[in-house]
């Protein structure tokens, strides 16, 4: 069974709630094994074992968050075992213009440099869910969306 971890780093809660929907979005796509942890208890194990690698991170001061950027960098000891994983990403911040879009690009050119695959949105937040503050309706349902989608690509590349 085709497996997705799902890792993210929280302190308000928000990247969390993210998370979680993503998760369901996933459980909808078909029979995946979906793992969700926070990025300060990922290794780089988990990061092998899994077929799919979803990261979320807070926006702080226009990037990731410094739990997220270490999982990023401890990855480099994985240099050429994640070649054609699924790759995706995620993000909330505090305000519009605070760099959502910027650590999303961020967390995706670490998956694309380990040669993943990834894949982006043709509807709403086109690299990866983005949430200012607290998801509303409009951001679960795209947290869903993303991770239904992200799930039916690691089917068809792993089911």
Not at 12 to 27: D, F, H, R
Not at 68 to 83: A, H, P, Y
Not at 113 to 125: D, E, I, P, R, T
Request: hydrophobic share 35%.
């Amino acid at each position: 069974m085709p497996s997705i971890l799902i890792c993210y780093s929280s302190k308000s809660g928000n990247t969390k709630l993210m998370a979680e929907q993503i998760l369901e979005g996933v459980k909808s796509a078909g029979k995946i094994k979906v793992v969700l942890k926070e990025v300060s208890q990922t290794s780089n194990e988990d990061l092998l074992a899994a077929d799919g690698i979803i990261i979320g991170s807070p926006t702080y001061f226009g990037t990731l968050s410094a739990e997220t950027k270490e999982l990023i960098d401890t990855s480099i000891k994985c240099f050429g075992k994640l070649i054609g994983k699924v790759g995706g990403a995620f993000t909330s911040s505090g305000g519009v213009a605070g760099g959502n879009e910027t650590t999303i690009m961020t967390i995706l050119q670490g998956l694309l440099v380990h040669g993943m695959v990834v894949q982006g949105l043709q509807h709403g937040s086109h690299y990866g869910p983005v949430s200012i503050g607290k998801p509303d309706d409009s951001g679960i349902k795209e947290c869903k969306r993303y991770g239904k989608q992200m799930g039916q690509l690691t089917l068809k590349l792993f089911g």
